[in-house]
């Protein structure tokens, strides 16, 4: 799902003021509409961010903003390993991450269970939605 550099100065060549990939991540999106319309977005606050159980892992909204994510360079080790297959080594790693700090739980625990389920392809596309939210 990634787009070349070329499509994207094509796309904004032909009149386009920004470019939005797919598949389409929501708060880029908002981002975008805040800079091109300057629509500001409210955010219901909550008082506790419920850890997920095991049964409502298969249903995390990556798009969260409630979710803390752990640091760029930790992220990437994490997505190496996904996109290697190295489940048992990824699920040791997110283990150490969530022990260093406990404020990663709720970013760790669906990978854990994704883990735990061998799917891959979920935790890809979750750690790979935090990436693009640091750039």
């Given amino acids: 799902a990634s787009v070349s550099q070329r499509d994207r100065h094509k796309s904004l060549d032909a009149g386009g003021n ?45 798009d969260n903003p409630q979710i803390l994510s752990p640091p760029l360079e930790e992220l990437e080790i994490l997505l190496a390993l996904v996109q290697r297959g190295r489940l048992n080594k990824l699920s040791i790693k997110a283990q150490q991450i969530q022990q260093s700090n406990q404020k990663y739980i709720p970013f760790i625990k669906p990978i854990l269970q994704w883990t735990k389920d061998f799917e891959a392809d979920k935790i890809e596309e979750f750690i790979q939605s935090f990436l693009e939210q640091k750039e």
Avoid: C
């Avoid at 300057?38 to 909204?61: F, H, L």
């Fill in 18 to 62: 920004d470019f939005l990939p797919k598949p389409v991540n929501a708060q880029k999106l908002f981002k975008m509409l805040d800079r091109h319309l300057g629509i500001k977005w409210k955010y219901a606050q909550t008082k506790n961010i419920e850890i997920m159980s095991e049964s409502s892992t298969s249903d995390v909204v990556i």
